[in-house]
């Protein structure tokens, strides 16, 4: 077993990416609350993107440090943590370049959300998600991106306004690779695994 392995698995170093990603969570939901306060109720699950998928990433922890396999959580988290860190980088990096404007807050937002796409992968040698929870979780996502862009629920980026299409189908084509990336690192692995054995 690597290094790498040893700490990722250590309890104590779990344990504490536990607790950064509920004070994340919680910070997430935060930032979202003026949003929140005027979405209708209906809509109240698809908004929060970012911090959603540091939720599921809660409870795969949580399953980890219980020595428990949380398999929808395990899908659901390794989908939206790389889709929504990735998407927040690049939603930063596109309004610096709009704009000229880059602060202090978009730099947190830029390492914080690298970082959300990074610990999701760090993790998928110990995922058992089957394909019934991968479809579940893709289709979680797609179905988000029908909220966001069609009933107009995204995050909002006021000085991107000029460029939802373009970023609508930036997001959807990044929902595919997401859910093409959690398919190829963990279950198509997983079957050419079976087959050589």
């Given at each position: 077993m ?7 698995k ?11 990603n509920?004070?994340g ?5 935060y ?5 929140l ?8 699950p ?5 911090p ?6 809660v409870?795969?922890l ?9 398999k ?7 989908i939206?943590?790389?889709k ?9 990096l596109?309004t ?5 404007f880059?602060?202090g ?8 959300h690298?970082?959300m ?12 998600f089957k ?7 893709g289709i979680w996502?797609?179905?988000n ?14 000085m991107?306004?000029n ?6 189908y930036?997001?959807?084509?990044l ?5 093409l ?12 695994h079976?087959?050589?054995?």
């Amino acid at each position: 077993m690597d290094y790498l392995s040893i700490v990722l698995k250590d309890r104590r170093f779990l344990f504490l990416l536990l607790i950064i990603n509920i004070l994340g969570t919680v910070y997430g939901y935060y930032w979202y609350g003026n949003q929140l306060a005027h979405t209708p109720a209906i809509f109240l699950p698809f908004v929060p993107d970012s911090p959603t998928a540091s939720l599921f990433f809660v409870f795969v922890l949580v399953g980890f440090l219980l020595n428990r396999s949380f398999k929808l959580f395990e899908a659901l988290a390794l989908i939206t943590l790389f889709k929504y860190g990735v998407w927040a980088v690049v939603m930063n990096l596109l309004t610096y370049g709009v704009t000229g404007f880059f602060n202090g807050a978009m730099l947190m937002l830029v390492l914080s959300h690298s970082g959300m796409a990074l610990q999701g992968l760090l993790y998928v040698k110990e995922y058992r998600f089957k394909m019934i929870h991968l479809v579940i979780a893709g289709i979680w996502t797609l179905h988000n991106e029908i909220i966001d862009y069609v009933f107009g629920m995204m995050p909002t980026y006021s000085m991107l306004n000029n460029y939802m299409k373009e970023i609508g189908y930036f997001t959807f084509w990044l929902s595919i690779i997401s859910i093409l990336l959690a398919y190829f690192l963990v279950l198509h692995k997983d079957a050419s695994h079976t087959k050589k054995v």
